[in-house]
């Protein structure tokens, strides 16, 4: 079995989970699913970042000491992470002492390696953003004040301070992208890395001393780590770092990171940049996904329109919410949350396809057939056609899939629902009951066995679905599977009574 090790961004707790939360994790958890059934060894962690500055404020202003508003916080994210429906290794705190410990050894590794050195910072920091910023990249706004390009406040900051030499990596990010251009995703984050990297790198302060919030830097007790290089340091706190001889550090690393394209620098020029100068080896991969709004807008807690993953699965449903955020998007763009578009998606794909393609293929049988189905192998060419096609679909998918280009790979599977309807149509089962039943057994036959192929590719995006409906077929939940796609699982299929799994929704409800 060969090692996937996938994780989400950790999130930071000052604040409770949104949609953007869910929508990382739920990336991870299909790509995570899609590849158990290759028959890889997945590792997928998640967490909660729950140091610096930004956090540290939101305590105060919530009136808890920080340690009680983290373990607070942090208990949201965790317990959304079943919600969702996401199967995960670990959930990693970075308040944990294995996280410290992890952390402060990476420090001592670049330290020794005389990656590190006692300055003075002074420029702009951005706490919303937890970023610093030089001044030709901030936006000078109307009343002459300056923000940052994410639209958070900035503030003038001036203290000693720890540098990172990433100005010495220039060279060796280049010549390593150069050698891997695969290793970021999509191509355009790419080509932003790149750029961004040859327009220079200064070194980084990597300490901050205005406030206590954080992992102590080893030997100086006035500083405590930036935020950004604690919180990195979580994908190989996982592991067992800073034992590096860990058999799941040897198996696992170097990873794959999902995170959302504003926090792509963090992960495709430091992070690697840390990783190599500590003798070790850069993620394998870096996915950078788009930024999803709300009607249009920005989400935000100040506009009020901040999207509840709660409410939102509760109104529409789980799975219904998995598919739309991956159907809708091409996955690495930015997407709209709209009502509509929502409804549209599940009415269309859901609901008059896939759960019209079971509806009257199982009711037929139900009605018809004793509810029974017998494979019968007697096929004419119409059959073949479409069995051949769920072959070439079920290729594309997979390739999709390994490319993270999840919108792509359900059209695959939506094109083959469509063409197994429009047979259903063309074959008309019920002319052939008075007919010739041996034939509406084949007709039959195939559709079941279309809707069992379609259901195995659906799994990872909609897995409890994917359950019901291979329930309604009588089939073994254990058989959803890749090794299992081609062949025909039973001689005879006894149909459960179908039951509406993608209810159609009114505009209104
Ligand atoms: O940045 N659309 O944490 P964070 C899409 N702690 N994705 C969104 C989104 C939106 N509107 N809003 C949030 C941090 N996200 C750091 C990460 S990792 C070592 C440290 C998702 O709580 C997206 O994945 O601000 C984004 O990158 C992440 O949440 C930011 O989460």
């Known amino acids: 079995m060969n090692p996937f090790y996938i994780t989400t961004p950790i999130y930071y707790v000052n604040d409770k989970p949104h949609i953007g939360h869910a929508y990382t994790t739920i990336a991870c958890d299909i790509i995570s699913r899609f590849n158990k059934l290759l028959n890889n060894d997945v590792y997928f962690l998640s967490g909660t970042d729950e140091h610096g500055q930004k956090v540290e404020k939101a305590a105060i202003e919530k009136n808890y000491s920080s340690q009680d ?16 429906n996401c199967e995960i290794n670990d959930f990693i705190r970075t308040t944990e002492s294995r996280h410290k410990k992890a952390s402060q050894a990476l420090w001592m590794k670049l330290n020794d390696n005389n990656q590190i050195y006692l300055s003075n910072y002074e420029g702009w920091y951005s706490v919303r953003d937890e970023a610093f910023y030089s001044e030709n990249e901030l936006i000078k706004k109307e009343d002459d004040k300056f923000v940052a390009p994410s639209g958070a406040s900035v503030e003038w900051v001036k203290e000693e301070s720890y540098f990172f030499k990433l100005s010495e990596w220039e060279n060796k990010l280049l010549d390593y992208y150069q050698s891997y251009p695969d290793s970021i995703k999509p191509k355009s984050r790419y080509n932003e890395v790149i750029s961004f990297i040859k327009s220079g790198l200064k070194d980084l ?21 930036y935020v950004w290089i604690d919180a990195l340091c979580n994908y190989l706190t996982s592991i067992g770092y800073p034992n590096e001889k860990k058999p799941e550090f040897i198996r696992y690393w170097p990873g794959i990171h999902f995170v959302g394209k504003d926090i792509l620098r963090f992960h495709a020029v430091y992070w690697p940049a840390f990783l190599m100068a500590a003798n070790l080896d850069p993620p394998k991969t870096i996915f950078a996904h788009g930024w999803w709004t709300n009607e249009g807008q920005k989400i935000s807690k100040s506009i009020g329109n901040v999207i509840d993953p709660y409410d939102i699965i509760e109104r529409y449903g789980l799975d219904q919410i998995r ?33 019209n393609l079971i509806q009257r293929v199982c009711s037929f049988i139900k009605k018809n057939n004793n509810s029974q189905v017998e494979n019968s192998f007697n096929f004419l060419e119409a059959d073949k056609i479409l069995l051949n096609l769920s072959l070439k679909k079920f290729e594309n998918y997979k390739s999709y899939m390994k490319n993270y280009e999840i919108d792509k790979a359900i059209k695959e599977i939506f094109e083959l629902l469509s063409l197994a309807n429009i047979y259903v149509d063309n074959q008309e089962p019920w002319k052939l009951k008075k007919t010739d039943t041996q034939r509406m057994n084949v007709v039959l036959s195939v559709c079941v066995e279309i809707i069992r192929r379609s259901t195995i590719m659906l799994y990872p995006i909609i897995p409890n679905s994917s359950k019901k409906i291979f329930s309604i077929l009588n089939l073994n939940i254990k058989d959803i599977n890749f090794d299992n796609y081609d062949k025909f699982t039973k001689n005879k299929i006894s149909i459960k009574d179908p039951f509406p799994i993608f209810p159609r929704i009114e505009i209104n409800d």
């Open 69 to 84: 508003f983290v373990d607070l916080m942090s208990e949201n994210f965790r317990k959304i992470v079943p919600y969702l």
């Open 205 to 225: 302060s990597i300490s901050r001393t205005t406030f206590k919030w954080g992992v102590q830097v080893p030997n100086n007790e006035k500083h405590v780590m």
């Open 323 to 355: 598919f739309f955020l991956f159907r809708e998007v091409p996955f690495g763009n930015d997407g709209d949350f709209s009502k509509e578009a929502i409804i549209r998606r599940i009415n269309s794909d859901l609901s008059n396809n896939l759960g």
